[in-house]
T-cell receptor
């Protein structure tokens, strides 16, 4: 009964490759997010989708492209991976209305680019 | 200047101590204030959520917001070894974009 799940948990790949990370939530939430957490634990928002529509797109290289096929899924595709992309990527979701500030995070995908 | 500043620690306390964790911020428009706990190799989990100024208590945890000083705190009473984690503060203006602190690493020694 995992609330927010991500696959894969670990991803080791070579520079220049293209990879995707998938996220699914079974909480019935409307809004989903992608965050990047660097080695110093700094958590920075990358994208936010509400009902499949992009609402936040922070200053992220256009090699990163999110896709939301439906409300329950938000995937992240990364082209031409670079060493600096190595980080932990977290997916999160939040409910609509007054509780939208309460975000639920997935377990993270640890990406290592060699 | 970062939107949210948080002392990364590490902070080490004996079991039973009162722990005080703090964040300062620069954007006076922030209205929503959250504290998350993140265990090693896990995703952050929401501990406390406060709207505007004031205090909120939940068990051993108390969150305080002082908007006039742009300062928020999380107090943990009777700290336990299971409280050992990284604590992240987060803030939002409207609730759809969140700014996180860098996290404070806490170790509670039995």
């Amino acid at each position: 009964d995992t609330a927010v799940s991500q696959t894969p948990k670990y991803l080791v790949t070579q520079m220049g490759n293209d990879k995707s990370i998938k996220c699914e939530q079974n909480l019935g939430h409307d809004t989903m997010y992608w965050y990047k957490q660097d080695s110093k634990k700094f958590l920075k928002i990358m994208f936010s989708y509400n009902n499949k529509e992009l609402i936040i797109n922070e200053t992220v290289p256009n090699r990163f492209s999110p896709k939301s096929p439906d409300k329950a899924h938000l995937n992240l595709h990364i082209n031409s991976l670079e060493l600096g992309d190595s980080a932990v990527y977290f997916c999160a979701s939040s409910p609509p209305g007054l509780a939208k500030e309460t975000q639920y995070f997935g377990p993270g995908t640890r990406l290592l680019v060699l | 200047q970062k939107e949210v500043e948080q002392d990364p620690g590490p902070l080490s306390v004996p079991e039973g101590a009162i722990v005080s964790l703090n964040c300062t911020y620069s954007n006076s428009a922030f209205q929503y204030f959250m504290w998350y706990r993140q265990y090693s190799r896990k995703g952050p989990e929401l501990l406390m959520y406060t709207y505007s100024s004031g205090n909120k208590e939940d068990g051993r945890f108390t969150a305080q917001v002082d908007k006039s000083s742009k300062y928020i705190s999380l107090f943990i009473r009777d700290s336990q070894p299971s409280d050992s984690a990284t604590y992240l503060c987060a803030m939002s203006v409207h609730g759809n974009q969140f700014y996180f602190g860098t996290g404070t690493s806490l170790t509670v020694i039995p």
